[in-house]
């Protein structure tokens, strides 16, 4: 069995190791809860768990050499099982919780209504995930995950050093990132000198997102698939890493939050059969507004990420990890080195020696 961990993790492998060991065993330790459904966090914290059980996947892809059952694309298909229920969740509470109390009574029977559809449709859903979690398919997933963590294989570059080859893992994704066309949904471009002005009032933030709200969302998930990656190498890192990791958080929950409204305005046109917003006019104008300043809280993100300056320094950021980690290779090495009478003069009172770096939080 293989056996490694944070304090003698040094390879590129062994950290794909870590990575895909932590979010499979975080992803079916909530299996059985999602079958009970009777709690959606449960749900919520497994689906967290193979989007970065994914993620790691991918980002590890030069190093790693996964059963087929076990691949990116495999564990995106159970991943997306289980994400429609999530977000057919996610939009019930929210009109439940957020929009109904506030609805005049007009619109409240309406909205019952749409509920009480949505519900049926949650169940039709679940019977769906039911199926996939006691299916063939799901089966050998976990079985074949679980042999490769006993005996893994490697791809040949999985034996050069983490700490050399970070800027390469962490770079692709980042610069996919700054590259997205979400950037400039809702730009003037002035011609000639390339420059563009983005300042729009409620009116034409509907329109652009009408138009380019794709795009939008494609900056949402790359902002995620970054998040997710860097969040596995946090302790190599300065704060300033710590500070771009909080913004891409920050981007990705405030253009989710963008792309809930919108999705719960075609959920409801879908379940009423017509324009929602022609029989729930309040709650669309409540969505409206929502999403206005849901856009006034990104700009501010967006223009600084739209600066050379910002770009560049996150960047060098990754170009850059801390000198830390070289000395705690040496330091390990130098353990590895003494002998045993040597060794307990570096262990504490209680017999531990130095502190585990602590895992990241999801």
Request: glycine residues 4%; neutral net charge.
């Amino acid at each position: 069995m293989k056996n490694v961990t944070q304090n003698n993790a040094k390879t590129l492998g062994d950290w794909a190791y870590l990575a895909i060991e932590k979010h499979f065993y975080k992803t079916i330790k909530y299996e059985n809860d999602v079958l009970k459904d009777q709690d959606p966090e449960n749900l919520h914290q497994m689906r967290v768990g193979m989007r970065r059980l994914r993620s790691a996947a991918t980002g590890f892809a030069p190093a790693l050499e996964l059963p087929k059952p076990a691949q990116e694309k495999k564990i995106g298909q159970i991943a997306r099982t289980l994400g429609e229920l999530r977000d057919l969740d996610v939009l019930m509470a929210a009109l439940t919780d957020q929009y109904a109390p506030i609805s005049p009574k007009k619109e409240r029977a309406t909205l019952e209504a749409a509920l009480t559809t949505l519900a049926k449709h949650r169940s039709t859903i679940f019977k769906k995930i039911k199926k996939t979690l006691k299916s063939d398919r799901y089966f050998h997933f976990k079985e074949s995950l679980n042999q490769w963590l006993k005996e893994p294989t490697y791809k040949p570059l999985a034996v050069m050093d983490i700490y050399d080859v970070l800027p390469d893992l962490l770079l692709p994704e980042v610069n996919r990132f700054f590259l997205q066309a979400g950037w400039m949904v809702g730009a003037t471009v002035t011609p000639g000198d390339g420059g563009f002005h983005i300042e729009l009032d409620q009116e034409k933030v509907e329109q652009a997102l009408t138009a380019e709200g794709r795009n939008l969302h494609n900056l949402r998930k790359q902002a995620k698939r970054v998040r997710y990656q860097m969040s596995l190498f946090t302790e190599f890192y300065d704060p300033d890493y710590q500070a771009y990791l909080a913004d891409m958080k920050m981007i990705q929950d405030i253009l989710g939050y963008i792309q809930d409204t919108e999705v719960l305005g075609a959920t409801l046109t879908n379940v009423l059969g017509e324009k929602f917003d022609l029989v729930l006019p309040n709650l669309a104008a409540q969505l409206a507004a929502t999403r206005y300043q849901l856009w006034q809280d990104w700009a501010p993100l967006r223009d600084r990420y739209l600066q050379p300056e910002t770009r560049q320094g996150f960047r060098l950021t990754l170009l850059h990890p801390n000198s830390a980690i070289a000395n705690h290779r040496q330091s390990q090495t130098a353990v590895e080195n003494t002998t045993p009478e040597e060794s307990l003069e570096g262990k504490t009172e209680n017999g531990d020696e130095s502190d585990r770096p602590s895992d990241t939080s999801d």
